[in-house]
């Protein structure tokens, strides 16, 4: 078992917890590139939500957050220790131990392939009894159910420190565009938006591209001197939360004025609205003559970076519905669908 500097991350088991009394509990963990969030809730919750009882009513026992989860921003180690981490921490708030888990449901960026899904599902595996259920997806699915309450038809674009769009069909198709990464070209996202700042304030010192505030704004944020110390600070971590929080910058230099922050932010908007139609146009979502009607749920820190002038979410749609009018957005809040819709 892992150490940690606060000793055994499951030490508190040792102590006197709370025993299993038949019902047990269920875990549900949302895992982004930029933070993760686990929930506690009684088992008992997925039954109430079958039964159409609001999922604002399941009671949370605890609820407990760490770092990124994502293991092609962090690497595997890192993301293996976030996942025990959070875990144990919401098990502890919650007067547990591990015997009283009956579910777990992951949803974590990243997971992309079959093979992402085992790979977590052999951490978690030996972690909790042999009984417990497990089940992984990709976030992209999990946040489609939270706008839907559970039910997976539409699409969804998800905007943050990385970016994907997901569709899925009543019939069962699903599809995907984006959500590769950032070296693959998820511009779009949160690191891509920055990224593409970062390299513009770089271009213009030294002399191939157009001057831009985005070098004193970045600077100024950063508490940096000259654009030469942008080398040293982006390869110290490259972690790509850590660059996608450069975002807020590129939008208030974009609402000043700025024309190369303002082409950012148009280019970033056209990715994500191509994500979109790609994944529409694959499923034929909106029919053959594009107008047929479907969800678009809109999730994810950059879509909802608006400032005075400046609203990515608002942009993305205005492109989509110009070639699919039956589009309707939905921005939901977090809600147990998220973790029971699997179970």
Request: aromatic share 6%; glycine share 10%.
């Amino acid at each position: 078992m892992k150490t940690y500097s606060n000793g055994e991350i499951w030490a508190f088991e040792g102590k006197s917890r709370a025993t299993d009394d038949g019902a047990g509990v269920i875990l549900g963990l949302d895992g982004g590139a930029t933070s993760t969030v686990c929930v506690c809730v009684p088992a008992s919750a997925a039954i109430h939500l079958a039964g159409e009882t609001a999922a604002e009513s399941v009671k949370v026992l605890a609820r407990a957050t760490a770092g990124c989860s994502n293991y092609n921003s962090v690497g595997e180690v890192a993301a293996k220790e976030t996942l025990e981490k959070v875990m144990a921490e919401v098990i502890y708030k919650a007067g547990i131990s591990r015997s009283v888990v009956r579910a777990i449901c992951l949803a974590v960026s990243g997971v992309n392939h079959p093979s992402d899904q085992q790979k977590i599902l052999e951490w978690i595996r030996d972690l909790f009894p042999w009984n417990v259920k497990i089940f992984i997806e990709n976030d992209a699915v999990a946040a489609m159910a939270s706008g839907t309450m559970g039910k997976l038809h539409g699409c969804v674009l998800i905007a943050g420190t990385g970016c994907i769009a997901y569709g899925f069909t009543e019939d069962g198709r699903q599809a995907r565009a984006a959500g590769a990464g950032p070296i693959l070209g998820d511009w779009g996202s949160g690191y891509g938006i920055a990224a593409q700042a970062l390299t513009a304030v770089i271009r213009a010192y030294d002399g191939r591209g157009p001057q831009t505030l985005l070098t004193n704004n970045i600077l100024k944020v950063l508490g940096l001197a000259s654009p030469d110390e942008l080398i040293g600070w982006t390869y110290a971590d490259q972690s790509w939360a850590r660059i996608a929080a450069l975002v807020p910058v590129v939008v208030t230099s974009a609402e000043d004025g700025d024309e190369v922050a303002d082409k950012i932010l148009r280019f970033s908007v056209k990715e994500l609205a191509d994500s979109v139609k790609a994944v529409i146009q694959r499923l034929k979502l909106g029919g053959e003559d594009g107008k047929s009607p479907f969800p678009l749920v809109i999730v994810g820190g950059v879509l909802e970076a608006n400032k005075k002038k400046w609203n990515i979410g608002k942009e993305v749609i205005k492109h989509i519905s110009n070639d699919f009018s039956g589009i309707h957005p939905i921005h939901p809040e977090v809600r147990l669908h998220l973790i029971l819709q699997f179970l």
